[in-house]
T-cell receptor, first 117, second 113 residues
């Protein structure tokens, strides 16, 4: 078990550019979540997938944001036309919802820190 | 909508002391789960402990234990025998009918030698 991994760990971009982040969940986990964390705040939910289906999206996820999880494995989060307000830590988490448990525990990756200049 | 409140932004303790971190939440749901996560400086979020609301027994995990008061909607974390490695941001989180976690703003704990 190698844990949740995210790439890149840091990204600096200029306003108006597009950026894409990748998350690789724990291998047997069927759920994958994206959160955004700004300085001094707790993480805020953006979206989640069960296998390849995107089941819930937050109002925080404007139309400049898109997330995919092809084949139910890794996921990508793309931000188009970045704005300075997009500067934050983007966290990915994964979990396994099984028949034996009525809820799942989320395990987090190290995050991608985005700075928009 | 659920809310999670951590009213203490920062605390410091001496090594080996016991410290209690407070958390309150608001929900109309009866079945839910509560979590404490720690986020060490420049490191990733780590699960500390989990509590199921339907269980009356408070969860414990080595030096970490919770005091879960369902009627009061209170969920505090006690850290016994504090260690330098406990220095981190601590987040209380709620997981109810929606699959997302709702986090508090966090509390910065510093353990001093």
């Amino acid at each position: 078990d190698t844990g949740v991994s995210q790439d890149p760990r840091h990204k600096i971009t200029k306003r108006g550019q597009n950026v894409t982040f990748r998350c690789d969940p724990i291998s047997e986990h069927n759920r994958l979540y994206w959160y955004r964390q700004t300085l001094g705040q707790g993480p805020e939910f953006l979206t989640y997938f069960q296998n390849e289906a995107q089941l819930e999206k937050s109002r925080l996820l404007s139309d400049r944001f898109s997330a995919e999880r092809p084949k139910g494995s890794f996921s990508t989060l793309e931000i188009q036309r970045t704005e300075q307000g997009d500067s934050a830590m983007y966290l990915c988490a994964s979990s396994l919802l099984s028949a034996e448990e009525d809820t799942d525990t989320q395990y987090f990756g190290p995050g991608t820190r985005l700075t928009v200049l | 909508a659920q809310t999670v409140t951590q009213s203490q932004p920062e605390m410091s303790v001496q090594e080996a002391e016991t410290v209690t971190l407070s958390c309150t939440y608001d929900t109309s749901e009866s079945n839910y789960y509560l979590f404490w996560y720690k986020q060490p400086p420049s490191r990733q979020m780590i699960l500390v402990i989990r509590q199921e609301a339907y269980k009356q027994q408070n969860a414990t995990e080595n030096r970490f234990s919770v005091n879960f008061q369902k009627a009061a909607k209170s969920f505090s974390l006690k850290i016994s025998d504090s260690q330098l490695g406990d220095t981190a941001m601590y987040f209380c989180a709620f997981h109810g009918g929606s699959e997302k976690l709702v986090f508090g703003k966090g509390m910065k704990l510093t353990v001093n030698p």
